[in-house]
């Protein structure tokens, strides 16, 4: 049987936060058997790949973003041994495996700085991010972390500070050294031996530095940030503490392995603010660097007909010749249906709408656990969070637990069937509990079955799949846009508003079976109801 190197083009992949998909052994956190055992739920929406975020050996001050062995398991997720028959079962249910690579940086509890902290002129001394102190001690230029503060912190022995992007307890990695460069490619290779079919890799242009240090100069239009607003990180154009040009020589140098083991992936995320498109343009052009990336366009407030064309169309003349991948959700933002409340209130309408439009987008495509069950963004007091980006900046930005408490699987069940501790990491949502899988799974009527809909006609249709896209004229909150493979060549129309809105079909127009929602066809018009959609035939 011959081997689809791009079976990528086109995916829907499936993201699990392992802390709050199942846990089997009672401790209140998921574990990677938890996973193994929910597989079957995942692989009847009829997805292509699960991406697993971070369960590699780390301190958990960013939950497994701070990875103190990249080939180790943490032992609250399980082993070794776990993964490999995780990964096993789904590829029995035809899904591909992608695991979150955190390369940017480690741990301080990571062996590399450890050893790096401990002289100037050891083995190590080079693999992180070092600098002398101004002649007035203080640190060498204005960069900020993006969880409070400034980037650099000293240390007493080297009598030096090093550089982070993010806590202090996550120095950044020097990829201007080869040495560290050869270790991650080498970390690539030890998942890859071991059936992994590509990586989600997390924060990919904060990679590289300006090895002179210079200072980013103000931001001018703050407003645009993709930082909360609170946050002055937010307030600098960040062209010298990442994005930076020789990050493509790294990237060049991971494809070439990805390449080496055949249908692999990389789907990069990029945080870029306004530049954020142009920015995937550059890392997924051509053969040669990655293969998707994904940014925060769709992962924002803004919502609508008129922001949906421009992200559409910019990233169509930026990046024509490249590979996005959308998603509405993730473990990172506060999830869609309470973010686009506002605009279509009700969520059942909302999530049904939202997954209709996913589909229909030219790229590959995310979906967050629970989003297809349409859950709604926890309300947590401080108390009860653990995210020490929210801690910082509580109460104006809550942070990102809201997002990742535990799935709810049982309606009646204790802890919605998530686990059998009296107390989980982050409380169970009892409105998530009200809508738990049991409830929606066999109901043809569900937010649940819509996904599963809609995901099988984006896979019956390579114009969905992988065809052209075209923007069509519209009025109002109304917008259609053109699909096109070979001889498969269809329409997709959305209202945006919470309000009726019509569409002048063209007289070859033939709906496709069981993709109206809110939608009906009367004397060649398309009457829609608020986040009506629908597809057709031309």
């Known amino acids: 049987m011959a081997v689809d190197l791009n079976w990528w083009r086109g ?3 499936y993201q ?4 709050s998909y199942q846990d089997t052994n009672g401790d209140g956190i998921g574990d990677l058997k938890g996973i193994t055992a929910r ?3 995942i692989a009847g929406l009829g997805v292509d790949a699960v991406w697993l975020s971070p369960f590699f050996t780390s301190p958990m ?6 990875v103190s062995d990249y080939k180790g398991v943490d032992p609250m ?15 029995e249910l035809g899904l591909k495996v992608i695991i979150d690579l955190v ?3 480690t741990s301080n509890q990571h062996p590399w700085f450890k050893a790096s902290r401990q002289s100037r002129d050891n083995e190590y001394a080079d693999y992180y991010v070092w600098s002398d102190p101004k002649p007035d001690g203080t640190p060498p230029n204005n960069w900020l972390s993006i969880f409070g503060g400034g980037a650099w912190e000293w240390d007493a022995r080297r009598l030096q500070y090093y550089f982070h992007n993010f806590l202090k307890e996550q120095p950044d990695l020097n990829f201007h050294n080869p040495k560290v460069v050869e270790e991650l490619l080498n970390v690539a290779r030890f998942w890859l031996e071991l059936g992994c079919d590509g990586f989600r890799l997390d924060t990919v242009n904060y990679y590289t530095h300006d090895p002179s240090l210079r200072d980013n100069p103000p931001f001018p239009d703050r407003l645009v940030s993709d930082v909360p607003r609170v946050n002055p990180y937010g307030w600098q154009e960040h062209v010298y503490d990442k994005t930076r040009p020789e990050n493509l020589f790294f990237l060049e140098k991971l494809r070439a392995v ?14 870029d603010g306004h530049k954020s498109l142009q920015t995937i343009a550059e890392y997924t052009r051509g053969q040669h660097r990655l293969h998707m990336c994904y940014a925060f366009e769709f992962l924002s407030p803004a919502f609508g007909k008129d922001h949906t064309e421009k992200t559409i169309t910019t990233f169509e003349s930026v990046a024509a010749d490249s590979w996005g991948c959308w998603a509405f959700s993730n473990h990172d933002v506060m999830r869609h249906v309470s973010r686009w409340a506002g605009f279509i209130p009700d969520r059942e309408t909302l999530a049904t709408f939202s997954i209709s439009l996913l589909c229909a987008l030219r790229g590959s495509i995310c979906l967050y656990q629970g989003e297809e069950l349409g859950f709604t963004e926890s309300e947590l007091t401080f108390d009860q969070i653990q995210d020490p980006y929210g801690k910082v900046f509580w109460p104006e930005f809550k942070g990102r637990d809201g997002c990742r408490t535990p799935m709810a699987w049982e309606k009646n069940a204790s802890q919605a069937g998530f686990s059998t501790a009296n107390h989980t990491w982050l409380p169970v949502n009892p409105a998530h509990q009200q809508v738990a899988a049991d409830t929606q799974v066999k109901n043809p009527q569900s937010i649940y079955a819509a996904y599963q809909n809609f995901l099988k006609l984006r896979n019956a249709h390579p114009a969905l799949h992988h065809g052209t896209i075209k923007i069509l004229p519209t009025e109002g909150d109304v917008l259609a846009f053109e699909r096109e493979e070979g001889s498969d060549h269809l329409l997709c129309v959305f209202n945006f508003a919470n309000a009726a809105g019509s569409y002048a079909l063209p007289a070859n127009a033939k709906l496709v079976a069981g993709s109206a929602l809110r939608a009906d066809v009367k004397d060649g018009a398309l009457a829609l109801g608020p986040g009506g959609a629908a597809y057709f035939t031309i």
């Open 61 to 66: 001050l960013d939950f497994g973003y701070d």
């Open 11 to 13: 995916a829907s992949i």
């Open 258 to 271: 990805m390449d080496e083991y055949g249908a692999t992936t990389t789907v990069g995320e990029v945080g």
């Open 103 to 105: 390369l940017s940086h």
């Open 16 to 19: 699990i936060y392992p802390r």
């Open 39 to 41: 597989l079957p739920h």
């Open 77 to 91: 997720f399980g082993t070794l041994a776990d993964f490999k028959t995780l990964s096993a079962k789904a590829k």
